[in-house]
């Protein structure tokens, strides 16, 4: 029997509780449509294609935390990471701390097939992407941003939040600080069997300038190979790079177990070397099977596999979502 093409795209894990249920309702909405339009891409072109597209969309959203969406930096700016990976060549492309460009996902797409290098950072990865054609987009720190910014920064002096302890001693920190990740990413399989994975951030609140997560980052925030599947993480990214989650997750699949496995066995080893409410993993299998697994209170989910309906969306663990 063939394989089912499908894709699995996420806006991120954290602390959704805290949202109002217009703001879930609307990442929900947003989910479902961006599920149905990489779909189609991935009927139509391939795997690399519809993780790409999901992740441009969602970047394009300013609902999540990436492209227009992006949160800022301790000194108010905005720095980027994004990363994609063709698993059937093994080919990838990444680009980190980019400011002023909407969709960092096509650029490290470019920067995978058009250079001889996997990631490029700062000013040059700017000045690379202009050479490619991207346009600037100086409209990413809008007045919204500068208003949730205060309230952010502010309740960091007040000592109300707790995270990044070593920088706290420098700058202080917060316990809510990652509350409000909202990473954006991808995997798919499309019906030659080639598995992809694309993610693309805007980091998180108050992140030290120059700072760079996971996600650019090879086997940290995404992996992709068709020998064993395709992975797309997120969370805090100093703990996800530190037990290479996305290619833990490949290798767990590389060795037989079933991507739920693989999602549920690559958050356990997170959870127990480095802690709870850190990471969240979406997975397909080079079957395709697809898993999911978190350790934060909730993970913007959606997938959309050939045959169904329409996608499946849920934010929450208690939430219906496997649908078979
Ligand atoms: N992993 C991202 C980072 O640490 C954040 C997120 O997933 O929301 O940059």
Request: net charge negative; aromatic share 8%.
């Amino acid at each position: 029997m063939g394989i089912k093409p499908l894709i699995f795209i996420h806006g991120g894990a954290g602390n959704y509780r805290l949202f109002s249920e217009e703001a879930l309702q609307r990442r929900r909405v947003l989910l479902n449509e961006i599920a149905v339009k990489s779909f189609e891409v991935l009927i139509s072109k391939s795997a690399l294609d519809a993780v790409e597209y999901a992740v441009k969309l969602m970047e394009d959203s300013g609902a999540f935390n990436a492209g227009l969406g992006s949160v800022l930096t301790l000194n108010k700016r905005v720095e980027m990471d994004a990363g994609i990976m063709d698993g059937k060549t093994l080919n990838v492309g990444a680009v980190a701390c980019i400011s002023n460009f909407g969709n960092p996902i096509s650029i490290a797409r470019r920067i995978m097939e058009e250079t001889d290098h996997i990631l490029i950072a700062g000013v040059s990865a700017e000045r690379l992407a202009e050479f490619f054609g991207f346009k600037p987009d100086f409209s990413l720190i809008t007045e919204e941003k500068l208003e949730r910014f205060k309230k952010v920064y502010d309740a960091w002096i007040r000592g109300e939040r707790k995270r990044m302890l070593k920088i706290r001693e420098i700058v202080m920190s917060s316990p809510d600080l990652f509350n409000f990740l909202d990473t954006v990413g991808a995997v798919a399989i499309d019906s030659d069997g080639n598995v992809a994975s694309a993610v693309s951030t805007g980091g998180y609140w108050l992140k030290l300038p120059g700072r760079i997560g996971d996600v650019p980052l090879v086997g940290c925030g995404f992996y992709a190979d068709n020998e064993a599947g395709a992975a797309s993480a997120s969370g805090v990214g100093e703990a996800i790079a530190k037990v290479t989650l996305s290619k833990m997750c490949c290798d767990f699949m590389r060795n037989g177990f079933s991507a739920q496995e693989a999602c549920e066995k690559a958050i356990a080893v997170l959870t127990r070397r480095i802690g709870d409410n850190t990471a969240g993993i979406i997975a397909v299998d080079k079957t395709g099977g697809y898993g999911f697994a978190f350790n934060t209170a909730g993970m913007c989910r959606s997938i959309f596999i050939e045959g169904m309906e329409k996608p499946a969306v849920a934010i929450f663990p208690e939430e219906p979502f496997i649908v078979d």
